[in-house]
């Protein structure tokens, strides 16, 4: 098998060649970093997007087609929870609310992109006025805060609406960050929101003049590292994020090694992220 990834940003898109022997890394590295917050056993799965960002028809796999993916693994049964309504992604709400009405109060699996989760989902089911009742959803997202960030929607803020609109703990409200080109390589927050980097990848957090890691307390550039691409030149991306570094080997939830903190994208660049993007082209920044 053979596979491109292409950013979807309006840009001619990047594309990366991936072969059978990185695909399948990249799939059991998924695995293990989410095994240890989800257990081995699979669960329905509702994914906060429309089916045809997954299409597997396609030899183009998108950034979000590839993390709704990802998460496949766990899933006796994937839902999408949003359709498009002139091109516009909304909820859907009969199979939201039949998939809720048949799991509730049962292990799920929920995933979406930051974006979406904030302004389909928190803003539109919030105002309906209503919880899911998925009090043992774990709930993944990832994708991009830039634009949640201008409206000043910190994580705790984030974790109480979306948590409060499916049912379920804010603590089980996961934030996951990563590049697409290193897909496999996820850095999820732990139990006191900081992320931590799996065994076959890290990160450095480095200033920007230097490129030398900086000093816990202190902001840079996030650089990651992965040992997982072989098929492309994917293996160390300094990235366009500021980051900062928390601990190393000091974190009170017992993961070892660095423990960092997303802060924002470097100003005056163009936006190449998924999830900004999105936000972008759909031509709004706030709920609504
Ligand atoms: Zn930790």
Avoid at 35 to 46: D, V
Avoid at 148 to 164: G, P
Avoid at 200 to 222: K, N, Y
Avoid at 224 to 241: F, K, R
Wanted: aromatic share 8%.
């Amino acid at each position: 098998m053979t596979a491109e990834i292409a950013l979807e940003d309006g840009q001619p898109p990047s594309r990366i060649f991936l072969d059978r022997l990185t695909a399948q890394r990249q799939t059991r590295a998924v695995l293990s970093i989410l095994k240890s917050y989800l257990g081995s056993h699979r669960r329905p799965y509702l994914v906060f997007d429309v089916a045809a960002s997954n299409d597997s028809e396609q030899s183009v796999l998108t950034a979000r087609g590839a993390a709704i993916r990802a998460f496949e693994s766990f899933s006796t049964e994937t839902v999408y929870g949003l359709r498009l309504e002139d091109g516009v992604p909304v909820v859907d709400w009969p199979v939201v609310e039949s998939f809720s009405t048949r799991h509730a109060g049962r292990d799920v699996l929920v995933f979406g992109f930051t974006f979406l989760l904030w302004t389909r989902v928190a803003a539109g089911l919030g105002d309906r006025g209503q919880s899911l009742g998925l009090g043992r959803a774990k709930v993944f997202h990832g994708g991009g805060w830039k634009s949640l960030s201008e409206q000043a929607v910190s994580k705790r803020t984030f974790n109480t609406e979306v948590a409060k609109v499916l049912g379920c703990s804010p603590q089980h409200v996961y934030d996951f960050y990563g590049m697409v080109e290193q897909v496999g390589s996820i850095f999820v927050d732990c139990e006191q929101g900081h992320k931590h980097a799996p065994n076959f990848a890290t990160v450095l957090i480095v200033d920007p003049t230097t490129l030398r890691m900086v000093s816990p307390g202190e902001s840079g550039l996030i650089q990651v590292i992965s040992l997982l691409p072989s098929s492309y030149p994917g293996q160390v991306l300094l990235t366009e994020d500021q980051g900062q570094l928390i601990s190393i080997d000091q974190c009170p939830c017992g993961r070892q090694g660095v423990a960092f903190r997303f802060l924002s994208r470097v100003e005056r660049l163009e936006r190449r992220g998924c999830g900004d993007t999105l936000a972008v082209r759909m031509g709004e920044n706030r709920p609504s």
